[in-house]
């Protein structure tokens, strides 16, 4: 595709934000548009009532992480703060200036790591930590039961903060970065250093290669019916198919929106087989998975985008880029 070619464009139902700042995190909290940047500052709020929360004074915003509900960020000042509709800051720890590395939440629990310490607190404020093997790159709560999924080098290990005994590990040689769990819980996947996925079906811990990336994949989104998995790091959304059993073994996946620019960062659609994709150059898509058709939401220059989100009726697309700028899409009709 070049910037020309899109069957349509959302270009006008934009509506501008000014973030100032590297946006780290794009989301809605509460329905209200929400980033995360750089600067240690969320901003949260319709344009006209914008708030402006330091949630980290003397650091930068690492990562961020959103359920819709809460915003999670982790600086390089050591601390975790969590955010809500509410647009108050709580600090759910502070690692007293060491770096946090990644950062998880689902229904009132966190977890974060530093180096190899992982730390999970549950809706009671109880927290607990675990060591481990090697510094923990990634974090993910499985979707039902508390339990937790960390990446490291050679293998993600699964750890239940409130059991006793030694987590078990899914190994696979090479650096584990990200992960995510499918929506029903029936495979584990991770973004490797190497250029490339690695799977697991969890019933019985069966291995799933997904390579041929020219680039790192950092950026991964479940569709709403967990039959999909689009991911970034080449010159298109790859979309691996998992309504199998098998998952995507013996399969080939889909490519959307293909364009001469490596794509940063991609969000489906919440009820819809729709996927959102930001590249290198700037451009915002909009791609239908059953025919592969295209709508221009925003054109290219800016930097890479750095961020995208949708809202929970999937009517907004919030979105941020490298060099601050930022906005989101409302859609007609």
Not at 100 to 128: C, H, P, Y
Request: with cysteine; aromatic share 8%.
């Amino acid at each position: 595709m070049t910037d020309t070619q899109a069957t349509s464009s959302l270009t006008q139902h934009v509506c501008p934000l000014q973030a100032g700042a590297e946006v780290v995190a794009a989301t809605f909290v509460g329905g209200a548009p929400a980033l995360a940047l750089a600067d240690g500052a969320i901003l949260i709020g319709e344009p006209d009532e914008q708030k402006r929360i330091l949630a980290h004074p003397d650091g930068a915003i690492l990562t961020a992480v959103s359920d819709g509900k809460t915003l999670l960020s982790g600086g390089d000042d050591g601390r975790v703060v969590a955010i809500g509709a509410d647009a108050v800051a709580r600090m759910i720890a502070d690692q007293k200036g060491r770096w946090i590395d990644a950062l998880a939440l689902r229904g009132g629990s966190f977890a974060w790591s530093v180096g190899k310490q992982v730390s999970a607190r549950d809706e009671t404020g109880a927290v607990r930590t675990w060591s481990a093997p090697t510094t923990a790159r990634g974090l993910a709560f499985q979707p039902k039961g508390y339990r937790l999924a960390v990446t490291h080098y050679n293998g993600v290990s699964l750890w239940f903060p409130k059991v006793e005994g030694l987590p078990q590990t899914l190994e696979w040689k090479g650096a584990h970065l990200d992960a995510t769990f499918s929506p029903d819980g029936r495979f584990l996947v991770s973004s490797m250093q190497e250029n490339a996925l690695h799977g697991w079906r969890l019933v019985d811990s069966r291995n799933m290669r997904m390579t041929g990336y020219p680039g790192k994949t950092r950026s991964m989104s479940w569709s709403h019916d967990g039959a999909w998995l689009a991911t970034s790091g080449a010159e298109a959304a790859i979309v691996w198919p998992f309504k199998d059993k098998d998952g995507p073994m013996g399969k080939a996946p889909r490519e959307c929106g293909v364009r001469e620019a490596r794509v940063t960062k991609v969000a489906f659609h919440p009820r819809a087989l729709v996927v959102a994709v930001g590249y290198a150059d700037g451009l915002l898509l909009l791609c239908r998975l059953a025919d592969a058709a295209e709508i221009l939401v925003r054109a290219p220059g800016g930097g890479p985008v750095s961020a995208l989100g949708w809202d929970a009726a999937g009517a907004r697309l919030i979105f941020g880029l490298e060099s601050g700028e930022a906005g989101f899409l409302n859609l007609p009709g």
